[in-house]
């Protein structure tokens, strides 16, 4: 998993990886060679909507064991078959997913497929909450502190970071891609958890517990 840095004007770069399963090697190598010119990636700054394929899909195979980032990284370390989304929120690519195979466990599924493009556009939208909440500098901190205190659910702070943010209940179903019936009854619990009675008690609520965060 990566943070994309870098926009359609300018050289799209991963950065801040994530690594699950197996060891990565060779990964200051990938980060710091000139690789977004590889086949793997040539155009992929130009991607405007999440989308999930596999490396198969786009290159034959002989042609894809002949690039430079397979040769140097990929089959040093065993990887022949890469399943990728490149995540995109308002048209803009901020991270990747990379799944990969050995050679002798076969290429990935059209299932496998199906499944993380289904969960990718939710991946993307968490992540720009982060990436969001990342450059208010603190939110992530202080909406932590309110789920403590008063044991607010993970979505239940996020409404509650939309909240703050001014946004209504529609946008906020939009933001979240859940039904205003749904903000509503999330909004109908944070009231009960937090002891108050309308947006207003809840926005001031929220004012005096950054003011407290302030002052520590």
């Known amino acids: 998993f990566?943070?994309?840095?870098?926009?359609?004007?300018?050289?799209?770069?991963?950065?801040?990886?994530?690594?699950v399963g197996a060891k990565a090697r060779f990964m200051e190598e990938f980060l710091e060679d000139d690789y977004d010119k590889d086949p793997y990636f040539i155009g992929a700054a130009s991607i405007n909507r999440t989308e999930t394929f596999r490396d198969s899909d786009l290159m034959p195979e002989e042609y894809r064991m002949s690039t430079d980032v397979y040769r140097n990284i990929y089959r040093k370390q065993g990887i022949h078959y890469g399943l990728r989304s490149y995540l995109v929120y308002e048209g803009r690519i901020i991270g990747n997913i990379s799944l990969f195979n050995a050679r002798e466990k076969g290429d990935f599924s059209t299932k496998d497929v199906a499944?993380?493009?289904?969960?990718?556009?939710?991946?993307?939208?968490?992540?720009?909450?982060?990436?969001?909440?990342?450059?208010r500098g603190g939110a992530s901190a202080l909406y932590l502190g309110l789920v403590r205190r008063f044991g607010l659910t993970a979505r239940e702070a996020e409404v509650v970071a939309e909240v703050a943010s001014g946004m209504g209940d529609r946008e906020i179903a939009s933001a979240l891609c859940v039904s205003s019936s749904t903000v509503k009854k999330h909004l109908h619990n944070i009231y009960g958890k937090t002891g108050v009675s309308s947006r207003v008690q809840l926005l001031a609520l929220i004012h005096g517990f950054e003011q407290e965060k302030d002052d520590e």
């Open 2 to 19: 990566f943070i994309a840095e870098g926009s359609r004007e300018s050289k799209l770069r991963f950065k801040r990886p994530a690594v």
């Open 115 to 135: 499944v993380l493009d289904l969960l990718a556009p939710h991946v993307s939208l968490k992540l720009a909450l982060l990436l969001a909440e990342e450059r």
